[in-house]
Nanobody
């Protein structure tokens, strides 16, 4: 069993930055993939980025490439999402999730989820 707790959300002006953190408790196996998803009001949950726990390879949604960076600190069991050049359309609840293996950005394949943290970008 893995528990995930996100933090770092808030209100920021367009062009600003935020860093989200996801603290994981429980056993993180080497095959795990950690992902960030987001859900805006009235929209479906969408993939943002993921990172392999071992090796650190990453994938990003086209909408955030070049602006967001996902990273992890294996010693602290924590995953980060650095968000720069934020836009109003980035406004959403951001969720951290863990998949037992590569999930190719498919939320249905993620086994564990955090409670979410609100990010609001004002224009």
């Amino acid at each position: 069993q893995v528990q995930l707790v996100e933090s770092g959300g808030g209100l920021v002006q367009a062009g600003g930055s935020l860093r989200l953190s996801c603290a994981a408790s429980g056993r993180i196996f080497s095959s795990y993939v950690m992902g960030w998803f987001r859900q805006a009001p009235g929209k479906e949950r969408e993939f943002v980025a993921d990172i392999r726990w071992t090796g650190g390879s990453t994938n990003y949604a086209d909408s955030v490439k070049g602006r967001f960076t996902i990273s992890r600190d294996t010693a602290k069991n924590t995953v980060y999402l650095q968000m720069n050049s934020l836009k109003p359309e980035d406004t959403a609840v951001y969720y951290c999730a863990a998949a037992l293996r590569n999930a190719y950005g498919d939320s249905r394949l993620y086994a564990y989820w955090g409670q979410g943290t609100q990010v609001t970008v004002s224009s």
